[in-house]
């Protein structure tokens, strides 16, 4: 991984005096969820000096989010969207790639069990389960070429489109059963 980021930080300590009610996000280890998403609903906001240790955690599109102590260690997600001033807490490691492109690529590898994500498994370390910043510096990868990651990154998008469609058709299901055992057994007791 180090030769493929230009940056590899955490948060910094000592944010809790720079909370405010309103301004740039806080990204927090509970804002990366497992699933690969960014829950952006419930987020801190700071308020940083012009000259702080903190800004070198300034989050930028295709930044990678990986918690890196705590209950949700090793959960990650690609930063898709500009979200404006936002930094890191020091429970989140950002890793800024030289070439933004593999951001997709790489994102599916820290969600893939013989990827990214397995490796960090093993890693843990600590009672209050934990990463260093030199345990992800030090990952291995394997990158193909730009135009077969994309074709991968693609195919797995389409499937799991194919699940979450398959998935709402088995909660519909599940649904109009349930309602039709209800009305069933409604008619048997009323008669």
């Given at each position: 991984m180090r030769n493929l980021a230009t940056l590899i930080t955490s948060g910094s300590r000592g944010w809790a005096e720079f909370y405010a009610d309103e301004g740039p996000l806080f990204l927090r280890a509970q804002n990366v969820r497992?699933?690969?998403?960014?829950?952006?609903?419930?987020?801190?906001?700071?308020?940083?000096?012009?000259?702080?240790?903190?800004?070198?955690t300034r989050v930028q599109k295709n930044d990678l989010l990986i918690v890196i102590t705590g209950a949700g260690v090793s959960q990650a997600t690609r930063v898709k969207q500009d979200l404006g001033e936002a930094y890191v807490?020091?429970?989140?490691?950002?890793?800024?790639?030289?070439?933004?492109?593999?951001?997709?690529?790489?994102?599916?590898?820290?969600?893939?069990?013989?990827?990214?994500?397995g490796q960090l498994q093993e890693l843990i370390y600590g009672a209050k389960p934990g990463l260093n910043l030199e345990n992800l510096r030090e990952l291995e990868l394997l990158i193909p070429p730009l135009a077969e990651q994309q074709r991968i990154v693609?195919?797995?998008?389409?499937?799991?489109?194919?699940?979450?469609?398959?998935?709402?058709?088995?909660?519909?299901?599940?649904?109009?059963?349930t309602h039709l055992l209800d009305a069933t057994l409604h008619q048997i007791l009323a008669a």
């Amino acid at each position: 991984m180090r030769n493929l980021a230009t940056l590899i930080t955490s948060g910094s300590r000592g944010w809790a005096e720079f909370y405010a009610d309103e301004g740039p996000l806080f990204l927090r280890a509970q804002n990366v969820r497992r699933d690969g998403s960014l829950l952006l609903e419930d987020v801190a906001h700071v308020r940083l000096p012009k000259k702080s240790e903190g800004l070198k955690t300034r989050v930028q599109k295709n930044d990678l989010l990986i918690v890196i102590t705590g209950a949700g260690v090793s959960q990650a997600t690609r930063v898709k969207q500009d979200l404006g001033e936002a930094y890191v807490s020091q429970h989140v490691a950002l890793i800024r790639l030289r070439e933004p492109a593999f951001a997709q690529w790489l994102d599916f590898q820290f969600h893939a069990p013989a990827g990214c994500l397995g490796q960090l498994q093993e890693l843990i370390y600590g009672a209050k389960p934990g990463l260093n910043l030199e345990n992800l510096r030090e990952l291995e990868l394997l990158i193909p070429p730009l135009a077969e990651q994309q074709r991968i990154v693609a195919k797995v998008d389409e499937l799991m489109r194919w699940c979450d469609a398959l998935e709402a058709r088995l909660t519909a299901a599940r649904t109009t059963a349930t309602h039709l055992l209800d009305a069933t057994l409604h008619q048997i007791l009323a008669a």
